[in-house]
């Protein structure tokens, strides 16, 4: 069974940082995708960015491209999220989430079987 379990969120002023880590257990093989959704208040989830645990596959949402990167450490099955430069319009709760292989509906909340409890990250001065 597939577990994942985040942390790292919390409050950071306009123009921050935080990063966020994921940690992964359950994973069958390469071939897993592993990845972060967001929900803002009052709106639906969000696809932030996805890769894929084996390697070759990388996507970022627009709105975050220059300024989160996705990345993971196999040895410590861990994922991460590195925000710069945050904005008031990046708060939300943001999901680590995973499935088996990957898929062309990457960026929809619908593609993705497994997910973390969420972890708040509230971007205000």
């Known amino acids: 069974q597939v577990q994942l379990v985040e942390s790292g969120g919390g409050l950071v002023q306009p123009g921050g940082s935080l990063r966020l880590s994921c940690e992964v257990s359950?994973?069958?093989?390469?071939?897993?995708?592993v990845g972060w959704f967001r929900q803002p208040p009052g709106k639906e989830r969000q696809f932030v960015a996805a890769?894929?645990?084996?390697?070759?596959?990388?996507r970022l949402a627009d709105s975050v491209s220059g300024r989160f990167t996705i990345s993971k450490d196999t040895s410590k099955n861990t994922l991460f999220l590195q925000m710069n430069n945050l904005e008031s319009e990046d708060t939300a709760v943001y999901y680590c989430?995973?499935?088996?292989?990957?898929?062309?509906?990457?960026?929809?909340?619908?593609?993705?079987?497994?997910w973390g409890q969420g972890t708040q990250v509230t971007v205000s001065s």
């Open positions: 890769v894929r645990w084996g390697g070759g596959r990388q």
């Open positions: 359950g994973l069958s093989g390469s071939d897993y995708v």
């Open positions: 989430v995973a499935r088996a292989r990957w898929h062309i509906y990457y960026y929809l909340d619908s593609s993705y079987d497994y």
